[in-house]
């Protein structure tokens, strides 16, 4: 889920390549400008032990939401789908379970991904030079 938009670096102006934009994403919130080399702050991608309590809370909102959207949504489609290609009848408890079904899976293949996610974001943190960069470029680290 993420919309591309093009950024420009604001000690020279060069365009950069379209970022991906992620709503509430996890990554290294600092990237360099490919021409003057300077330093560029995003402000839609953090290390997740740089978001506060309420950016994590909405984060795991945001991740339940799209669970829902694609998995539950996806399993009941998939199942109009199926119907529609076996010429069966539209049964609204197995869509129903269907949806249930992926959605489960999708969820259990979010949950890992983000363990995931969040693991390698603790594991550049834990690099003291990495936070030294960090906390020259202004991001404040509690932890
Ligand atoms: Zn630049």
Not at 68 to 92: H, K, Q, V
Not at 110 to 128: C, T
Request: glycine share 10%; proline share 3%.
């Amino acid at each position: 889920m993420g919309t591309y938009i093009t950024r420009r670096c604001p000690h020279c102006g060069y365009t950069l390549e379209s970022f991906e934009r992620k709503y509430y994403a996890i990554g290294p919130p600092l990237v360099n400008c490919p021409s003057c080399h300077q330093g560029i702050k995003l402000d839609h991608i953090t290390e997740w032990g740089l978001k506060n309590i309420f950016q994590k809370i909405g984060f795991i909102l945001i991740t339940i939401y799209t669970t829902i959207l694609y998995g539950f949504m996806g399993g009941i489609f998939l199942y109009a789908g199926f119907s529609y290609i076996f010429e069966y009848t539209i049964d609204n408890f197995h869509a129903l379970i269907c949806g249930l079904f992926i959605w489960v899976l999708y969820s259990l293949y979010h949950v890992f991904s983000l363990g995931k996610e969040i693991a390698e974001s603790n594991n550049r943190l834990s690099d003291s030079s990495y936070r030294k960069k960090l906390e020259e470029a202004g991001f404040r680290i509690d932890q």
